[in-house]
């Protein structure tokens, strides 16, 4: 089955880069997406790739992705106050249907 | 992006009763969305997708009796949680997948507090 993985907890400074990183068992994901959540609020997309894809780079975003270790990470450049939130992964095997990491918690000091 | 709505934000009710929620497409028509469950600190757990014109699809182990999807128009979803009690409160969040972006631009509403006490 689609098993997907992340650490629980970053910290930060503000002015550092933030790497939030993503292990996912399903070969035949097509699509790999970084979603955040601010408390009590929906989930946002930031960006996706699909899986013929490396690299994708949006802004202060860029997504590498390592198909034959099945390896996602985000990078956030220049992380703000306003970054912190949990970030999610998920992939998308089954047509239109995600399964998410458990969410990575990001914390950035001031 | 693209905007999904749901309604309502928050929602407490009594031991018993039903409860309806309301997903809505806002700018584009959406005939398959999808309605997960998240739990306070935990990951987002897919319920169900629903099907404009057809039956709802559930995932393994969500009761479908409970838990009524009913997909009315191409802009409209709702589930409802039927006889609900304590251990059903939760998050509930829906997705749509965009027209333009095909399945795999999807968008999540802001989501249901449900308590039931």
């Known amino acids: 089955g689609e098993d997907v993985e992340q650490s629980l907890f970053l910290s930060v400074r503000e002015g550092d880069s933030s790497v939030i990183n993503c292990t996912y068992t399903d070969s035949s994901s097509t699509y790999l997406y970084w979603y955040k959540q601010e408390p009590g609020a929906g989930l946002q997309l930031l960006t996706y790739?699909?899986?013929?894809?490396d690299m994708k780079q949006d802004q202060r975003l860029t997504v590498l992705l390592n198909k034959k270790d099945k390896h996602l990470s985000l990078r956030i450049a220049d992380t703000q106050t306003g970054d912190s939130a949990i970030y999610f992964c998920a992939e998308m095997a089954s047509y239109g249907k995600l399964t998410f990491g458990q969410g990575t918690i990001l914390t950035v000091h001031p | 992006g693209a905007v999904v709505s749901q309604h309502p934000s928050r929602v407490i009710c009594k031991s018993g009763t039903s409860v309806k929620i309301e997903c809505r497409s806002l700018d584009f028509q959406a005939t398959t969305m999808f309605w997960y469950r998240q739990f306070p600190k935990q990951s987002l757990m897919l319920m169900a997708t629903s099907n404009e014109g057809s039956k709802a699809t559930y995932e393994q182990g969500v009761e479908k009796d409970k838990f009524l999807i009913n997909h009315a128009s191409l802009t409209l979803s709702t589930l409802t949680v039927t006889s609900a009690h304590p251990e059903d409160s939760s998050f509930y969040i829906c997705s749509a997948p965009t027209g333009t972006g095909g399945m795999y631009e999807q968008y999540f509403g802001p989501g249901t507090r449900l308590t039931v006490t």
């Open positions: 790739i699909f899986s013929n894809m």
